[in-house]
Nanobody, 115 residues
Framework: EVQFVESGGGLVQAGGSLRLSCAASGFTLDDYAIGWFRQAPGKEREGVSCIGHNDDRPYYADSVKGRFTISGDNAKNTVYLQMNSLKPEDTAVYYC????????WGQGTHVTVSA
C-alpha cells in the first residue's frame, strides 16, 4: 500500500521552529522530486520549497528563503522541512508532494504561528 504520511505540525510562537516530516511507504522517495506546499485560510495553495531528483539545488519561495530548509533521509525514506524563525504569516496547512511516474500528496499538517 502506498502511503505518504505527514507529521510535525503544531502551534508555535513567532520566532520558534518546527520540523515537518513526510514518511513514504510503497515507493522510494529517491526516485521522486519532492515539494512542500502550503495553503493558508482563504488563500490558494502555494509552493514553499522543492528539490529535484538527484538535484542538490533546492528552490525556496522568497517568503521562506533563509528560514526553511528541505532535506531527505533515504535510509528512512522520509523528507523534512525544517522551519525556523517562524512568523504568523507562515500559518497554513502544509503538504508534501512526491512527483514522479505518479504523484503522491501527504495528507497535510496544520502549522499555527502565534504572534
Amino acid at each position: 500500500e502506498v502511503q505518504f504520511v505527514e507529521s510535525g505540525g503544531g502551534l508555535v510562537q513567532a520566532g520558534g521552529s518546527l520540523r515537518l516530516s513526510c514518511a513514504a511507504s510503497g515507493f522510494t522517495l529517491d526516485d521522486y522530486a519532492i515539494g512542500w506546499f502550503r495553503q493558508a485560510p482563504g488563500k490558494e495553495r502555494e509552493g514553499v520549497s522543492c528539490i529535484g531528483h538527484n538535484d542538490d539545488r533546492p528552490y525556496y519561495a522568497d517568503s521562506v528563503k533563509g528560514r526553511f530548509t528541505i532535506s531527505g533521509d533515504n535510509a528512512k525514506n522520509t523528507v523534512y522541512l525544517q522551519m525556523n524563525s517562524l512568523k504568523p504569516e507562515d500559518t497554513a496547512v502544509y503538504y508534501c508532494y512526491a512527483d514522479g511516474a505518479r504523484g503522491y500528496w501527504g495528507q497535510g499538517t496544520h502549522v499555527t504561528v502565534s504572534a
